[in-house]
């Protein structure tokens, strides 16, 4: 059986209503699903329909196919074969195999597409045949037909069908994410349901499907896990406690990935809690230190200090103390997955803590001059790439617009805005080192990205730079995890991304015992 390259979506499973005569253009549940997730999938996609189809029904469809620009097959009332002599001689001969996604038909017409080459999807229990249904493609893996109960259910019998396919070579990775990020990989070509050239094949996990079920299909799991945090409590001024609370389907996840070792998880749920905090982060920096040679340039974390109150009698002492001059820049201690984390202020005046409008315990950084240019690295399993953007400027430049304003903190969110020049991304590689960037030790920070993913067990992660001025220190302000490496081109950061996460998989798999013959 060969992979499946194509697929036809027949009017009778997108319409709630039947009746082709019905002008009632409601869709089915999980036709809105279907239709986006097949649109990055890198399989040709087509939507038929007969003569007979009531005329709202009709534009609809051809709507439909305009914005996820699938084609678009109309039947004769001669027609016979639901498109498929269309459908093959638009798409050629290639190798693999086309796909029908029907609701019913009678045997005759099942036997042809069969004999034809077609693999069958029906969509409710309407097969004639019952000995043929197929639920979950769990029954007879010969069969070119198979039966759904709901649409959400089609990509798994695609990537079941593809992986089949493709053999031992290929690997099953589940994803799950907020929605607009899945879509911006996904309008990347980051999540194919057809097998990339290192044998990956990407599986949306869906919620509303039995994730158990699920989670028997693959091989790995891609999470953005801090996507679904709902509140992240902090249970002592002393420490930052792990007591993370997710989304009920997420810790539903967990649970359900528990019980399965042999699936790989990408990256450990446990692994990202220190990614949630900022004190954490700093900690590890400190380790950065190992990494330095006498008489070259240096890498190092900035200075910094916990702050439980900015209230505090002693501040301006413990602001000495760490090293800390002001301007000082103040972040939450909690880095991402609650509504606040990103609230931030650049300090002028120690008289301006009080009251500071930023979110308790928080970390006080230093504020390093850098001449407004931030290097943002991304490291893709033990490849790194990076981006130069425009930042912050210099902290007398800052103190002037601050006196504008009286001298105020400026306050911001740093997801939304900072007082920065307009940006103006020049992305660069490990490989290729633009000639404006020559006075960044690539070298150096290649070694800390390799260092860092030891420290925290990463697979792709992302972090900051800043070049001191003066003194040339290479200081990281901070550390993400799953960045969007947005300023990377496609086709150099989607194979790389590919080839992070089957390293990571095969490095897994390699440290499980063997099952016996």
Not at 373 to 396: C, H, M, R
Request: glycine share 6%.
């Amino acid at each position: 059986m060969s992979g499946v390259r194509g697929i036809v979506l027949n009017s009778s499973i997108l319409f709630a209503t039947d009746d082709d005569e019905n002008e009632d253009t409601t869709l089915r549940p999980g036709a809105d699903y279907l239709l986006q997730k097949l649109r990055y999938s890198k399989i040709l996609t087509g939507l038929s329909y007969g003569q007979g189809l009531s005329a709202p029904k009709a534009n609809l469809l051809q709507e439909l196919a305009r914005i996820y620009s699938y084609d678009c097959f109309i039947l004769s009332s001669s027609s016979e074969d639901y498109g498929m002599s269309e459908a093959t001689q638009l798409w050629g001969k290639d190798e693999g195999s086309f796909m029908h996604v029907i609701s019913s038909c009678s045997d005759d017409l099942v036997h042809n597409m069969v004999i034809s080459g077609w693999l069958i999807v029906m969509l409710g229990s309407h097969l004639q045949n019952p000995t043929i249904d197929a639920k979950y493609v769990a029954a007879r893996e010969t069969s070119s037909i198979f039966s759904i109960n709901k649409l959400e259910e089609l990509p798994i019998v695609i990537c079941h069908l593809n992986k089949k396919a493709r053999g031992i070579e290929s690997m099953t990775v589940g994803y799950v994410m907020k929605r607009s990020r899945e879509e911006d990989f996904a309008k990347r070509g980051a999540f194919p349901l057809c097998p990339t050239e290192n044998g990956l094949i990407f599986l949306p996990l869906n919620y509303e499907l039995p994730i158990s079920l699920q989670l028997q299909q693959v091989d790995a799991i891609l999470h953005k896990a801090t996507d679904e945090i709902v509140a992240v409590e902090m249970v002592s001024s002393e420490e930052f406690a792990n007591q993370i609370t997710f989304t009920r389907n997420m810790e539903q996840l967990q649970r359900y990935i528990e019980c399965q070792p042999d699936c790989c998880v990408i990256d450990p749920f446990s692994n990202i809690h220190t990614v949630l905090d900022r004190l954490k982060i700093q900690q590890i920096l400190l380790g950065l230190e190992n990494l330095n040679i006498k008489g070259h340039c240096k890498i190092r974390g900035p200075h910094f200090l916990k702050v439980d109150s900015f209230n505090e009698l002693d501040l301006e002492k413990r602001l000495v103390e760490a090293m800390l001059p002001l301007p000082n820049i103040v972040k939450p201690q909690v880095a991402c997955g609650v509504a606040d984390a990103h609230s931030m202020a650049i300090v002028f005046k120690v008289d301006d803590y009080k009251d500071l409008d930023v979110p308790l315990p928080a970390v006080v950084q230093e504020y390093v001059d850098h001449s407004s240019l931030l290097y943002k690295f991304y490291a893709l399993g033990e490849k790194i790439f990076y981006a130069v953007k425009k930042s912050t400027p210099n902290a007398d430049t800052l103190t002037k617009l601050s006196e504008e304003k009286g001298l105020k903190p400026l306050l911001f969110d740093s997801l939304k805005s900072l007082p920065i020049a307009k940006e103006n991304p020049q992305p660069g590689c490990q490989e290729h080192l633009n000639a404006n960037d020559q006075h960044i030790d690539l070298g150096l920070v290649s070694d800390a990205a390799d260092w860092l993913r030891r420290m925290l067990g990463l697979t792709i992660f992302g972090f900051d730079v800043v070049i001191q001025e003066g003194t040339g220190d290479h200081v990281i302000v901070d550390v993400n995890y799953l960045p969007s490496f947005k300023e990377v081109p496609d086709d150099t950061a989607i194979p790389a991304f590919w080839e992070a996460l089957k390293e990571k998989i095969d490095s897994e798999k390699s440290k499980q015992p063997r099952k016996a013959s």
